[in-house]
């Protein structure tokens, strides 16, 4: 299992190498081989394949927050912000138990080039000079989504501090909603973990979780009761059934070799002569 594991988790970060970098399972070990004409590539494939494993990680959405309502009426009126695709957005929402509304502000660009994540960095780094600067107990996150409009990411601005760790996460699979039709994680808690997602939960009957992988938030949902059950479902967004499906397992892979706090190391390296009729 831990050899399929690590590598669903290893052939997504070779990916965007194309052809030129293929990963093979040969006697109990992941070999990877590159072309000879890409073999520069050789150090910064090294440094994909013994990055660290994204953790799973929690923090509440401030939303409401005076900062992002001040972020969302001067990027409103900025050209620089105009410039770059960024664009000012509310997601509204109410807690049918409470009656209460929520507002949440946040920034959106759009991400047909596969820049817009960069796009929104840039930018809000930016800012941190003219007084849009992230409190000391505060931070940015930032999803991947689906709107109508097409691929997007968008921003949150979360509370840093969380009563759950990493290590509090007992395991993780790849489950179908056959309400939803779409592919799920499913997420178990140890028992310690359990009772601190059950405080976390209801201390926060109304608001938003997001749920982290690594820096990047997988999901935000909003907290309807307090959930003591000792697991969650993280849903995956977007409209391609195989896309769900592959985002899902990546992310399993991900968090099961986090929790065993597992990491790679290149064990050797080895100059293959290319083989007459070869590709």
């Given amino acids: 299992a831990f050899l399929n594991w690590a590598h669903s988790a290893l052939a997504r970060r070779i990916a965007p190498y194309g052809e030129s970098v293929s990963l093979l399972p ?7 081989e590159i072309d000879a004409e890409r073999s520069s590539l050789a ?7 013994e990055a660290p494993f994204d953790s799973l ?10 900062l992002m309502k001040r972020l969302h009426a001067h990027v409103s009126e900025d050209a620089e912000a105009k410039g770059l695709g960024i664009e000012a957005r509310v997601d509204a929402w109410r807690h049918d138990g409470t009656g209460r509304s929520y507002l949440d502000y946040y920034l959106s660009a759009e991400d047909s080039d596969r820049s817009g994540r960069a796009r929104l960095l840039q930018y809000i780094d930016s800012l941190a000079e003219h007084g849009f600067k992230a409190a000391a107990d505060r931070v940015f996150g930032f999803e991947s989504w689906q709107p109508s409009t097409g691929a997007s990411w968008r921003s949150y601005y979360l509370s840093r501090h969380s009563s759950l760790q990493t290590s509090f996460v007992a ?5 179908w909603n056959p309400q939803s039709n779409r592919p799920e994680v499913l997420v178990e808690f140890s028992d310690e ?7 976390l939960t209801a201390q926060n009957i109304g608001k938003k979780v997001a749920i982290l992988a690594g820096d990047r938030v997988v999901s935000a949902a909003t907290v309807q009761e307090a959930i003591t059950g000792g697991r969650t ?3 995956m967004g977007g409209h391609d059934p195989q896309a769900m499906q592959d985002r899902a397992q990546d992310l ?3 968090i099961r070799l986090g929790i065993q706090s597992v990491s790679l190391r290149l064990k050797s ?7 007459p009729g070869s590709r």
């Fill in 26 to 32: 040969i006697a109990g070990t992941l070999v990877i």
């Fill in 43 to 49: 150090t910064q494939i090294q440094k994909e394949v």
């Fill in 57 to 66: 990680s929690f923090a509440l959405v401030d939303e409401g927050s005076d």
């Fill in 171 to 175: 395991s993780a699979s790849v489950v």
């Fill in 193 to 199: 973990g359990k009772a601190a997602f059950a405080e």
């Fill in 233 to 235: 479902s993280i849903s």
């Fill in 252 to 254: 399993v892979a991900d």
């Fill in 269 to 275: 390296k080895s100059l293959l002569e290319p083989n």
